[in-house]
């Protein structure tokens, strides 16, 4: 009896041990505990995030407030002439140095596809180096002569084409994924209906959005470049409907409807980017001055153009030529260096938006990608973003033309 009752409170001891032990596990792997452990990849992409948002709102302060301080440096005093061009030179500043932080941990994680290695504790941890690092690549670019920032600012025009591109692709991607999974034999019937409801409201979005666009923009028949723009997306979406339901492609309503919305999008913040003053341009006009709605606008944009960055950075599926079947339960999961890649591209996106795509134009206060060159560089983007999509739909039926001619 007394080796009975000694038995059963040793188990009762060793169960209550173990789930006291369990209890312990559990708090250990809290989030604070792996974010200080750099174990969670997933809470890492958020703090990248946040680094690259206050990125961003150094370089505005730059841009609007800085440039009494950086009058006090003699080596920013000789920018083309003027004063103006401080605030600019003060975002490429702060755009090569988040560049530079950026393209550091792309070449110190590229390649590494493994959990729980030297490169992935770097990636998730490390966070006190890495802080100290980025406020020392921001303070380094002010010491260095202006025609060097000059020659980032013509070189960050490539980069940041490179991320618009990049962000092209990967809509266009999850696009057509979303198309595949409602057309599979699992979805087909379930996903029917619902994918005609949002290709019908997508469809109607944009036919408001383009008769909006015409009231707005081309009051007058003398605002022919407006009107060329608004119609020829009205043009361009027709096309990608047409390619989209031919029998030989048979991609359905869906995509070429929320392609649709992108391109009406993309055609509306280019001629919002036409600068204040143009008689077809009376929102711009309107909006001069600064008031709240401007300041809101502007936050807007800036919060969209972080997480565009940061979902764009995670998407790295798509970039793949080879894509694993199966993955591992070790597998790192997204590609570190494709992530920190987009974020230095980004960085150069963001300095192209704040100065307007050009470095000798001088940008007024919570504006934000306003300018001709912005206006030409978002339609040729719209073109841009309608070729890859049609080349995605017509790819298949090439290369099975190709291949069926060489086995003849």
């Known amino acids: 009896m007394m080796s009975a009752r000694v038995g059963d409170l040793e188990s009762n001891s060793a169960r209550f041990g173990n789930s006291g032990n369990a209890?312990?596990?559990?708090?250990?792997?809290?989030?604070c505990s792996q974010f200080r452990n750099g174990s969670n990849p997933w809470m890492a992409r958020y703090v990248y995030g946040l680094m690259f948002l206050a990125a961003n709102l150094l370089a505005w302060f730059a841009r609007d407030y800085g440039r009494g301080a950086m009058t006090e440096i003699n080596r920013l005093k000789g920018c083309q002439g003027t004063k103006d061009c401080l605030g600019t030179e003060g975002v490429l500043r702060v755009s090569l140095g988040c560049f530079t932080f950026y393209m550091i941990m792309f070449l110190t994680t590229v390649g590494n596809s493994k959990l729980h290695n030297r490169r992935d504790s770097w990636h998730s941890g490390w966070w006190t180096a890495k802080i100290i690092l980025l406020i020392g690549l921001m303070i380094i670019p002010f010491l260095i002569p202006a025609p060097f920032i000059q020659l980032y600012g013509e070189i960050a025009h490539f980069g940041a084409g490179v991320f618009l591109l990049i962000q092209l692709i990967s809509i266009i991607s999850f696009i057509t994924w979303l198309n595949d999974c409602c057309q599979s034999d699992e979805n087909a019937e379930r996903c029917h209906v619902h994918a005609m409801l949002v290709a019908t409201t997508a469809y109607v979005v944009c036919i408001i959005g383009v008769i909006m666009m015409y009231i707005w923009y081309a009051p007058d028949a003398s605002c022919l470049l407006n009107i060329f723009f608004i119609t020829w997306t009205l043009v361009l979406l027709?096309?990608?409907?047409?390619?989209?339901?031919?029998?030989?492609?048979?991609?359905?309503?869906?995509t070429p409807g929320l392609m649709g919305l992108y391109i009406v999008f993309i055609c509306w913040c280019a001629i919002r980017s036409e600068p204040a003053g143009e008689s077809c341009n009376r929102k711009a006009e309107a909006s001069n001055r600064t008031d709240w709605l401007t300041i809101i606008s502007f936050v807007v944009a800036l919060l969209a153009m972080v997480i565009a960055?940061?979902?764009?950075?995670?998407?790295?599926?798509?970039?793949q030529f080879r894509k694993k079947d199966k993955r591992?339960?070790?597998?790192?999961?997204?590609?570190?260096?494709?992530?920190?890649?987009?974020?230095?591209?980004?960085?150069?996106?963001?300095?192209?938006?704040?100065?307007?795509?050009?470095?000798?134009?001088?940008?007024?206060?919570?504006?934000i990608d306003v300018g001709w060159t912005s206006t030409w560089v978002r339609i040729v983007n719209e073109w841009v973003a309608v070729c890859v999509y049609l080349w995605m739909l017509v790819a298949p039926l090439v290369?099975?033309?190709?291949?069926?001619?060489?086995?003849?």
């Open 399 to 408: 290369w099975k033309c190709r291949q069926a001619g060489n086995a003849s």
């Open 23 to 31: 209890v312990r596990l559990k708090e250990e792997q809290t989030w």
């Open 328 to 367: 591992e339960p070790d597998d790192v999961p997204y590609g570190y260096g494709f992530f920190h890649f987009v974020f230095a591209t980004g960085a150069m996106y963001f300095a192209m938006l704040l100065i307007g795509w050009n470095t000798h134009h001088p940008m007024k206060k919570w504006t």
């Open 309 to 319: 960055t940061f979902s764009t950075g995670i998407d790295s599926q798509c970039f």
């Open 238 to 254: 027709q096309l990608m409907t047409s390619v989209s339901l031919h029998p030989k492609v048979n991609a359905g309503y869906l």
